[in-house]
C-alpha cells in the first residue's frame, strides 16, 4: 500500500517523509502545494501497473506519472524549495512598529533633552565621551541608522519617527549614504542642494535634537560624481566605480576640494528650525569623514586607471626615505602598508585642519569605519575616537550583486563564541571612545534574536561608548506603509525591535558591567610584516575582559600591556582562557558556550540558546523546542530579588509568509516572501527566582498595550509560567504585598 506519512503526505503545505521526497512545488495566495516522489520494490518487471485509490471518500488521487527502474533512489539527495507559512508553529503577527505613550516600553521618559544642552560632547581623559559644560556627565550613544532617502521626511512623518525613535529609548541616530539625496538631481555637479530636501534633513536634525537625541554622519558615503565637479583624474571618461571618491580623496587635489565644498555648504548652513549652523550645533556630535574607506583594503578598488596613482605616489614615498629599490617598489608588504598608511594620514590631518581651522566644528572626527586590523592603527591614532562595523551572517550573492538568490550560513555565532562581536573587540584603542556605527545579525538568519544579549552585554563588558543598528530603514516608504522583512532593516520587524530594550538595560542603562582590567597589544611597525588579523586566543580574551590596542607611549590605567601578539606574550593567568568550553567574565556576569549565552547581572538576567534548559541566576527556561533569547529586567531602581516591577522578554525567530528557501537547510532564500509576518510559537517553562509576595504576570503588546492576565503561579520561591510567543513576546511582572 501507499500509505500517508511514509510514503506520501497532504499535497498542501508538504514535507519531506521516510519513502517520500517533495519532487516538484507550486504556490497559491496564502500557501503552497507540491507532488512527492515515492518508490516502491515491485520484484519482477510487470507488464503493467494498476492503482487502486482507498475507499475512504475524502480522498483524491493526483497520480502524475510513474516510471521503473533498476536500482534504488536515495531520495535524501533530492532538494525542493521549503517554505515557510503559517501553521500550528507559525502564527500570523499583526505588527504597527508603534510604541503606547505611558506604557511599559515607552522609554521616551528616559530622555535628558533637548540634546546638547550640556555643551559639546569631549573625549575624557578615561577616554569616554562626556560634556564640555558637564564633564562630569558620561554619556554612552545607542540608536539607528537612517539609510538613504530615510533621511528626507513629510513633517509628519519625521515627527511619527522621532516619536517612535524617543520610546525606544534611543538617544542618537545616524545618518548615512545621505548625501546623494541632499543633491539637486538637475543639477550639473554633486554640490547643489536639493532645498525641498535639505529643509526636510533640516526639520528632522531639530526634532530629534529638541526630544534629547544626538546625531552624527559621514561627510562621504555614497554621493555620485556629475561632470560638473570637474574631478581632473575622470575629465573625458566614465568610471566603473560608484564610490571612486573614497580612493580620490587621498590622491587628488580636486577630489579633495570637491569634498571639502560639500562639507562646506552642509556644516556652514544655518538650520531655520534651530537657528545655527551644523559645524557649531553641539547636537550634532560627531562625523565621519569617509564611510569605510581605510586604503589598505580598497586601494585597488574597481577602477584600474587609480592603480598606477598609487604606485607612483609609493615610488615617491620610497624615494622620500630612501628606499627606492626595485624589491621594496614591488612590495606590497609591510612598506607598502606603511606608505598607504602615510598617505591616509596626510588626508586625514588635512581635512581636521579644514573642519576645525576653517568651518570651526564642534563635533567630534572619526574615520575608517571598517575591519578589525591591527595595521589600521597607527591611522586611527589620529581621530578623536575610533568607529568600526560587522555583520553577522550578510547575505553572499552567487549571480548578481544584491540580487537572488542570497546565500546565508544560517550559523548562530553563539556556537562560534560570540565572533560577533568578538571581532570588533581588538579595535578599539585604549584612551579613545569606541564606537560601532553600524552592527547587525541579518535577516533571515533562525539565531538573530541572539544579537541583543551578545551586542549589548559585551560592549557593556568591553565599555564601549557608542552603538548602533543598521538599519531603521533604507528609504521613506517604510514610514508610511507595510513592508515586508529584508537582510538589515528593521522598523517593522518586532523580534529586533524588541531586542532593543535589553540593548539598552545592558548598555545605556549599564546594568553589565565593565571589566575592571584590560590587556592591551602594543601598536608597533614591525606588526606589519607578521600580518594584519587578530589571533582567536587574543580576541577570545575579550569574553573575559577588556582588550584593545596601545600606541607608544599611552598612559594605560589597570590596563596589561602584552610585548607582542603572540600567544606566548599573553599572561599565563590569561593564557587557558581561549581553550575553555565556558568562557565566564571577570566581572562573573556573562559566560558563553558553544551552545549557550547567559547574563547574570543584578538588575538584568537573559538566556540565549536552543538547548533544553537554560538557566542564569534566578532565570530559568526548559522545553525549547527550537533557539530563543529571553530575559527578565528590573523597571524600578532595586536589583531583581528586590524589585516589584520587572519585564520578562520571550524573542523568537519571525518570517514573512510565503518566504521561501531553496531546500530544507534554508541557507539560499529565493524570496522575503509577503506579509502578514509570521512569529515561531513557543511555550517554554519559565521560572523566576523571587521573593515572597502578591505576584501578576501581564501580556504585553508588541506596542506596549496589556492584552490581560496571563497564567502563573508562585511556589517554593519562584514564579512559574508558560508564555506563548503566538500570543506575546513581552510579559509584565508586578508584585503587591500579601495581605
Known amino acids: 500500500p501507499v500509505l500517508a506519512g511514509r510514503d506520501i503526505d497532504d499535497w498542501h503545505q508538504p514535507c519531506r517523509v521516510p519513502n517520500g521526497a517533495v519532487a516538484w512545488t507550486g504556490?497559491?495566495?496564502?500557501?503552497?502545494?507540491?507532488?512527492?516522489?515515492?518508490?516502491?520494490?515491485?520484484?519482477?518487471?510487470?507488464?503493467?501497473?494498476?492503482?487502486?485509490?482507498?475507499?475512504?471518500?475524502?480522498?483524491?488521487?493526483?497520480?502524475?506519472?510513474?516510471?521503473?527502474?533498476?536500482?534504488?533512489?536515495?531520495?535524501?539527495?533530492?532538494?525542493?524549495?521549503?517554505?515557510?507559512?503559517?501553521?500550528?508553529?507559525?502564527?500570523?503577527?499583526?505588527?504597527?512598529?508603534?510604541?503606547?505613550?505611558?506604557?511599559?516600553?515607552?522609554?521616551?521618559r528616559y530622555l535628558d533633552a533637548p540634546a546638547g544642552k550640556y555643551g559639546p560632547v569631549i573625549v575624557t581623559k578615561e577616554g569616554h565621551f562626556a560634556f564640555?559644560?558637564?564633564?562630569?556627565?558620561?554619556?554612552?550613544?545607542?540608536?539607528?541608522?537612517?539609510?538613504?532617502?530615510?533621511?528626507?521626511?513629510?513633517?509628519?512623518?519625521?515627527?511619527?519617527?522621532v516619536t517612535k525613535a524617543t520610546r525606544l529609548g534611543y538617544n542618537t541616530v545616524r545618518f548615512h549614504h545621505?548625501?546623494?539625496?541632499?543633491?539637486?538631481?538637475?543639477?550639473?555637479?554633486?554640490?547643489?542642494?536639493?532645498?525641498?530636501?535639505?529643509?526636510?534633513?533640516?526639520?528632522?536634525?531639530?526634532?530629534?535634537?529638541?526630544?534629547?537625541?544626538?546625531?552624527?554622519?559621514?561627510?562621504?558615503?555614497?554621493?555620485?560624481?556629475k561632470p560638473g565637479d570637474h574631478i581632473k583624474e575622470l575629465e573625458g571618461r566614465t568610471s566603473p566605480e560608484k564610490f571612486i571618491l573614497k580612493r580620490l580623496i587621498p590622491l587628488s587635489k580636486s577630489a579633495m576640494d570637491n569634498w571639502k565644498e560639500f562639507a562646506r555648504r552642509l556644516l556652514t548652513h544655518r538650520n531655520p528650525y534651530t537657528g545655527l549652523t551644523y559645524a557649531e550645533d553641539p547636537a550634532l556630535y560627531a562625523l565621519n569623514l569617509v564611510n569605510e574607506n581605510p586604503l589598505v583594503i580598497i586601494w585597488r578598488g574597481w577602477d584600474p586607471a587609480l592603480i598606477p596613482l598609487f604606485e607612483e605616489r609609493y615610488v615617491e614615498y620610497l624615494k622620500e626615505k630612501g628606499l627606492d629599490t626595485p624589491e621594496n617598489r614591488t612590495s606590497r608588504g609591510g612598506l607598502f602598508i606603511e606608505f598607504l598608511n602615510d598617505l591616509q594620514i596626510r588626508s586625514i590631518e588635512e581635512q581636521k585642519r579644514f573642519l576645525k581651522q576653517e568651518l570651526k566644528l564642534t563635533a567630534l572626527i572619526t574615520d575608517l569605519n571598517m575591519h578589525s586590523k591591527f595595521t589600521l592603527n597607527p591611522v586611527r591614532e589620529q581621530l578623536d575616537f575610533v568607529d568600526n562595523h560587522q555583520y553577522w551572517d550578510h547575505p553572499s550573492f552567487p549571480v548578481r550583486q544584491w540580487g537572488m538568490p542570497y546565500l546565508f550560513s544560517n550559523m548562530s555565532s553563539i556556537a562560534r563564541l560570540a565572533q560577533n562581536p568578538r571581532y570588533l573587540m581588538p579595535t578599539r584603542i585604549f584612551g579613545k571612545p569606541y564606537t560601532v556605527t553600524e552592527f547587525n545579525f541579518c535577516n533571515p538568519n533562525?539565531?538573530?534574536?541572539?544579537?541583543?544579549?551578545?551586542?549589548?552585554?559585551?560592549?557593556?563588558?568591553?565599555?564601549?561608548?557608542?552603538?548602533?543598528?543598521?538599519?531603521?530603514?533604507?528609504?521613506?516608504?517604510?514610514?508610511?506603509?507595510?513592508?515586508?522583512?529584508?537582510?538589515?532593516?528593521?522598523?517593522?520587524?518586532?523580534?529586533?525591535?524588541?531586542?532593543?530594550?535589553?540593548?539598552?538595560?545592558?548598555?545605556?542603562?549599564?546594568?553589565?558591567?565593565?571589566?575592571?582590567?584590560?590587556?592591551?597589544?602594543?601598536?608597533?611597525?614591525?606588526?606589519?610584516?607578521?600580518?594584519?588579523?587578530?589571533?582567536?586566543?587574543?580576541?577570545?580574551?575579550?569574553?573575559?575582559t577588556r582588550i584593545g590596542g596601545a600606541m607608544p607611549g599611552a598612559a594605560l590605567h589597570n590596563v596589561t600591556l602584552l610585548s607582542s601578539l603572540s600567544g606566548t606574550a599573553i599572561p599565563k593567568r590569561f593564557r587557558n582562557i581561549a581553550g575553555q568550553r565556558s568562557i565566564t567574565s571577570s566581572t562573573g556576569e556573562i559566560t558563553i558556550t558553544k551552545k549557550s549565552f547567559q547574563v547574570a547581572a543584578p538588575r538584568f538576567e537573559c538566556v540565549a540558546g536552543g538547548e533544553q534548559t537554560l538557566r542564569a541566576k534566578r532565570l530559568r527556561l526548559t522545553d525549547i523546542p527550537e533557539f530563543v533569547t529571553a530575559a527578565v529586567v528590573?523597571?524600578?531602581?532595586?536589583?531583581?530579588?528586590?524589585?516589584?516591577?520587572?519585564?520578562?522578554?520571550?524573542?523568537?525567530?519571525?518570517?514573512?509568509?510565503?518566504?521561501?528557501?531553496?531546500?530544507?537547510?534554508?541557507?539560499?532564500?529565493?524570496?522575503?516572501?509577503?506579509?502578514?509576518?509570521?512569529?515561531?510559537?513557543?511555550?517554554?517553562?519559565?521560572?523566576?527566582?523571587?521573593?515572597?509576595?502578591?505576584?501578576?504576570?501581564?501580556?504585553?503588546?508588541?506596542?506596549?498595550?496589556?492584552?490581560?492576565?496571563h497564567p502563573s503561579h508562585y511556589e517554593d520561591g519562584l514564579l512559574k509560567f508558560h508564555p506563548d510567543t503566538g500570543e506575546a513576546m513581552v510579559y509584565e511582572i508586578t508584585k503587591s504585598e500579601l495581605e
Open 132 to 161: 564640555r559644560d558637564a564633564p562630569e556627565k558620561r554619556i554612552r550613544f545607542f540608536g539607528p541608522n537612517l539609510v538613504g532617502s530615510s533621511s528626507y521626511l513629510e513633517k509628519k512623518w519625521a515627527d511619527d519617527f
Open 27 to 108: 504556490e497559491n495566495t496564502q500557501s503552497f502545494v507540491g507532488l512527492y516522489l515515492s518508490q516502491f520494490q515491485i520484484g519482477n518487471t510487470p507488464k503493467k501497473v494498476t492503482f487502486v485509490p482507498s475507499d475512504e471518500a475524502n480522498l483524491v488521487w493526483m497520480v502524475v506519472g510513474a516510471t521503473l527502474g533498476n536500482r534504488k533512489m536515495n531520495l535524501k539527495q533530492i532538494e525542493t524549495p521549503s517554505y515557510i507559512v503559517a501553521d500550528k508553529d507559525w502564527l500570523p503577527l499583526e505588527y504597527s512598529g508603534n510604541t503606547i505613550a505611558g506604557s511599559a516600553l515607552d522609554f521616551s
Open 446 to 544: 533562525p539565531y538573530r534574536v541572539e544579537a541583543a544579549p551578545l551586542i549589548g552585554g559585551y560592549a557593556g563588558l568591553q565599555d564601549w561608548d557608542g552603538l548602533y543598528r543598521f538599519a531603521w530603514s533604507h528609504g521613506a516608504q517604510a514610514y508610511s506603509q507595510p513592508v515586508q522583512l529584508s537582510n538589515f532593516d528593521y522598523s517593522q520587524s518586532p523580534e529586533r525591535k524588541l531586542g532593543e530594550y535589553l540593548v539598552y538595560f545592558q548598555f545605556l542603562r549599564g546594568d553589565v558591567a565593565a571589566a575592571p582590567e584590560g590587556v592591551a597589544y602594543p601598536v608597533d611597525k614591525r606588526l606589519f610584516q607578521v600580518g594584519s588579523f587578530f589571533t582567536s586566543e587574543f580576541t577570545k580574551l575579550g569574553l573575559f
Open 634 to 709: 528590573s523597571l524600578d531602581k532595586h536589583p531583581l530579588a528586590e524589585s516589584n516591577h520587572m519585564l520578562f522578554f520571550c524573542l523568537v525567530d519571525i518570517a514573512a509568509t510565503m518566504q521561501k528557501f531553496s531546500s530544507a537547510d534554508r541557507t539560499t532564500l529565493l524570496s522575503y516572501g509577503k506579509l502578514p509576518l509570521l512569529v515561531r510559537r513557543m511555550q517554554p517553562a519559565v521560572s523566576i527566582s523571587l521573593p515572597p509576595g502578591n505576584w501578576k504576570l501581564r501580556r504585553i503588546d508588541h506596542d506596549g498595550t496589556e492584552l490581560g492576565i
Open 178 to 225: 545621505f548625501d546623494n539625496g541632499l543633491i539637486d538631481p538637475n543639477a550639473p555637479d554633486s554640490l547643489t542642494f536639493d532645498s525641498r530636501a535639505l529643509d526636510q534633513l533640516d526639520y528632522l536634525f531639530a526634532e530629534l535634537k529638541k526630544h534629547g537625541i544626538y546625531s552624527c554622519l559621514d561627510l562621504y558615503a555614497s554621493r555620485e560624481l
